[in-house]
């Protein structure tokens, strides 16, 4: 009979609807096995969004994508120039493609943008290490931490720092500090017992 063959029909569209279903899974577990490939995807939903291309560009930041990296950094801040995080993403980039004056106008403009923020300021400070000027950068790492005191990681920079600079008793301030903040923190901890054998200046 015509009903017999329903119960038949509605398992091949179930089964249709799985196979969908499992390609999608598929399609979408893709999108997932990585950032770059996930905010890729997501970049196609929404080609103007700038959360979405600010964070394939940290995406493309961590594979050392620099260039591709301000592409998206730059669509973030014309749909959204107050973006200050793009700012310090921008600053890393233009670091890293040897454009030391446009990365640091890309930083001041962080730290114009979001004044009580130490982020701006912690990756300034890492970047003027990176090109030789310590002294700015203890600077800026100072004023860091009097915005956040319990940030293990202002110290330890701060430390790096000194310790390079042969200005030990400085740097184990600082390190000791950054350990305390962090107990877990390994590389605080080995710097600090570096210091305890090294004479103090």
């Not at 921008?90 to 670091?95: M, P, Q, S, T």
Request: aromatic fraction near 6%.
């Amino acid at each position: 009979p015509a009903w017999a063959a329903r119960p038949a029909l509605a398992g091949g569209a179930a089964l249709l609807l799985l196979g969908l279903l499992a390609v999608r899974t598929v399609v979408r577990t893709l999108d997932w096995r990585s950032d770059v490939a996930y905010w890729t995807s997501e970049l196609e939903k929404a080609p103007r969004e700038p959360v979405v291309n600010n964070n394939l560009a940290v995406a493309y930041l961590a594979r050392r994508e620099y260039a591709r990296a301000v592409e998206r950094l730059q669509v973030v801040l014309q749909v959204h120039p107050r973006y200050w995080r793009a700012y310090i993403n921008l600053g890393i980039a233009r670091g890293e493609l040897g454009q030391p004056e446009a990365a640091r106008q890309a930083f001041q403009q962080a730290l114009a943008l979001a004044p009580e923020s130490a982020d701006p300021l912690f990756y300034f400070a890492r970047w003027l290490r990176q090109v030789g000027q310590p002294e700015e950068a203890l600077k800026r790492l100072a004023e860091a931490r009097r915005l956040r005191p319990d940030e293990a990681r202002l110290p330890l920079l701060q430390g790096e720092i000194l310790l390079e600079q042969g200005r030990v008793a400085e740097a184990r301030g600082a390190l000791a500090r950054a350990a305390a903040i962090d107990p877990k923190d390994v590389r605080a901890r080995a710097l600090l017992e570096r210091t305890a054998a090294a004479p103090a200046r």
